[in-house]
């Protein structure tokens, strides 16, 4: 397929209608001043959609922007990094709602149509006492921005801010598509703490944009694995308002798919982003199931592969373990036969029918030293497939996660526990 | 309870009639003749039971032992360590029932009462030039001994030799009972890369000693976790000989009972032994969930929260994180209610009611910084419950499995691929 976008500058503040703000209020330490709380508003009204974590412990802004949701659209979205307001019971709700009350007063919006979302740290209070103070200068600070402050404003262990926009021609009219992302850490199918904004100035029904929107999170997000772990707070919420003129698409008319199209392009690209911004992320691994019995055989054998700690500590040492990917392909609950299974590297055979295949093995180690390859699983056994995007384990990342009392210390600061 | 038992000295080699050997051959490293072959020979006739990996890509090993299980009963286990015989197609069938015959034949065996197991690296042929010599050896230097030098032929990456025997009356008689394993790395639930052999000079009719292996496994070694990979190649087989003089015990009788607790006790001590001696491990973990609505929802809360390379990284760390629990518990699938949720480290609350519990953070702290320590989860919703024994994820674990490169460079050496 031709490329059919054009890249613009920029990510959620890319289309047109869309103001941004993001100032530092020093959430996880008040010593700290990086930017942590940020806005998205949409001077005109919107029609949006969402998908959340479907962890059962749901983190208390994803309870109350799913209920926002349910209730209507939004047209704001604040977000903060450094505290993830999740296993915080009733005082997490009332914080999650005064972050909402905050900006929807002076921006003269009904509660309900503002998002809300946390990330950063599991099980302490909202330091709302630094946090409320800096909502008159968020709300004030909003402007025709790209909205790159947005993008980083919401990392936590992210190492860059993350956000792409693009325009195409949608039925005569120019259409903008803006989005940005935080990941890191907790990286795993269906959802991850992850968070994910995406504006465009289309015009979309409400419902044709959430299907657009969970079709596209199942092609992106959904396939992307990085230490299996599937987090608290995971949000997409996408808003659409309509101001690049055009009269609103019809749902399943050739428009929508075009926009449906874009939008898949524009999370996939996002949600490779987030893999090559792992924590202490060396490869960027992509698993291409081929010829298995049904879509859930090739589904279990990608998860199986991209989520075993061995084949993920093989990519860390740039061997190009067969064996292991094998083994994994073995206890996946999939279907298959041992001796029908071809594993290549990068094109390069290195198991036929379950066997040692002869690319010489400096060849094979040529192409698992690349900071990316592809790691092509054919079952031979049907037509059936599915891909995944992965990283390696590091040792790194292990030393990063072994303690979180740093946070704890600062809480304790702060008197909330 | 009281301990019912008495510990004996050894391991396999501790019950009467059973006679072990154990040689050196340099089975992954020629210049290196550390003990990697060992037999397991019984002088009396015996019943025999066994389970295998269920992962679909089965070594040749445990095809060949499997079908010798079914046509009857073991007499003895032939088993090598440093090069798994797994991924090796027809060759490998060929090189598994070569080890059976090579054993069977001096001992005037079919070759079907032969089990055969290997351990070490997968996808690389059996270098049999090496080991076919050192079989006369091996058959030869067969003699009462308890067992230890079998415990350690079986090592891969293991630190230490594992096994454990011993005595107590059945009916009148006295009983004895011994066991080795070999773990390290590739543990999971539904089996590990572990070989678990164990030998009583009992009367166990066969039908009788399968049921008791089948439910000792499932109390033992499907509970314990370590990197959450499962093997090609996990083998538990068990020889019972009769020769404690007793009449054979009666199925569902009291005997029957007082042989499978002390099978079960057994075999959860080695697979304990397993989990200590895990690679790079610094943690031994119990993950006891306790008031789940089902057995299958307490099992999916203790197998979330014991893969979970977060909360691993946590236990790395000495970090008493009851919120990655909490998120491990959420995302494990069971119908579990956050509200309702207590985490207790050895006693102490972390989390009641789904929030922060009032311990002070230290006396958690003190609790995470001990080499084993007990996680209750408590979910509040009914009656079941489920164990299990874990261990940390080091950043050494990771370093350790990063290459198996001087695997494939010995197997160049010799010739193989």
Redesign the interface.
């Known amino acids: 397929m031709e490329f059919p976008f054009t890249r613009i500058k920029g990510g959620v503040g890319a289309p047109r209608g869309f103001l941004t703000s993001a100032v530092g209020c020093g959430i996880k330490n008040p010593e700290v001043k990086r930017l942590d709380l940020a806005l998205i508003y949409s001077d005109a009204p919107c029609t949006s959609a969402g998908t959340f974590t479907?962890?059962?412990?749901?983190a208390a802004p994803v309870r109350v922007s799913q209920a926002h949701l349910r209730k209507g659209s939004l047209r704001a979205i604040v977000a903060n990094s450094g505290n993830a307001n999740?296993?915080?019971?009733v005082q997490g709700i009332h914080d999650a709602k005064a972050m909402a009350d905050a900006v929807a007063g002076p921006l003269d919006l009904n509660r309900s149509e503002t998002g809300v979302c946390s990330t950063g740290?599991?099980?302490?209070p909202m330091p709302m006492a630094r946090i409320e103070p800096a909502f008159p200068e968020l709300v004030a600070g909003l402007g025709r921005r790209n909205g790159g402050a947005v993008a980083q404003a919401i990392m936590t262990s992210d190492t860059r801010p993350k956000e792409l926009a693009i325009s195409f021609e949608l039925g005569g009219y120019r259409v903008r598509l803006g989005g940005c992302v935080k990941g890191a850490?907790?990286i795993?199918p269906?959802m991850a703490t992850m968070l994910c904004f995406i504006t465009t100035d289309a015009a979309v029904p409400k419902d044709a944009l959430q299907k657009a929107v969970l079709e596209a999170v199942e092609e992106s997000f959904n396939r992307i694995t990085i230490?299996?772990?599937?987090?608290?707070n995971d949000t997409v919420l996408v808003m659409a308002n309509g101001k690049s003129g055009m009269p609103p698409i019809r749902r399943n008319g050739p428009r929508c798919r075009q926009f449906r199209n874009a939008l898949r392009w524009l999370m996939g690209e996002l949600a490779k982003a987030i893999v090559r911004d792992g924590e202490r992320v060396t490869k960027f691994v992509t698993v291409d199931v081929r010829g298995a019995r049904t879509y859930l055989d090739a589904k279990k054998v990608a998860e199986a592969v991209c989520?075993?700690?061995?084949v993920k500590?093989?990519w860390?040492?740039?061997?190009p373990?067969?064996?292991?990917v094998?083994?994994?392909?073995?206890?996946s609950r999939a279907?298959?036969?041992?001796?029908l299974v071809d594993i290549r590297y990068d094109g390069l055979p290195a198991?036929l029918?379950?066997?040692?295949a002869d690319t010489p093995?400096p060849k094979l180690?040529e192409v698992a030293a690349r900071p990316e390859f592809t790691i092509e699983i054919d079952l031979n056994q049907g037509k059936a497939d599915y891909q995944m995007y992965s990283s390696d384990?590091?040792?790194?990342?292990?030393?990063?996660?072994?303690?979180?009392?740093a946070y704890?210390k600062q809480a304790?600061k702060d008197g909330l526990?």
Chains 1, 2 share one sequence.
């Open positions: 479907t962890n059962r412990v749901k999740a296993c915080t019971g740290v599991i099980g302490l850490g907790m795993s269906s230490d299996g772990d599937m987090s608290t989520k075993s700690a061995l500590s093989s860390n040492g740039g061997d373990n067969w064996g292991r094998l083994h994994a392909v073995g206890y279907r298959i036969r041992e001796e198991c029918g379950g066997l040692q093995m180690r384990l590091s040792p790194e990342y292990i030393d990063f996660n072994r303690s979180e009392y704890w304790r526990v």
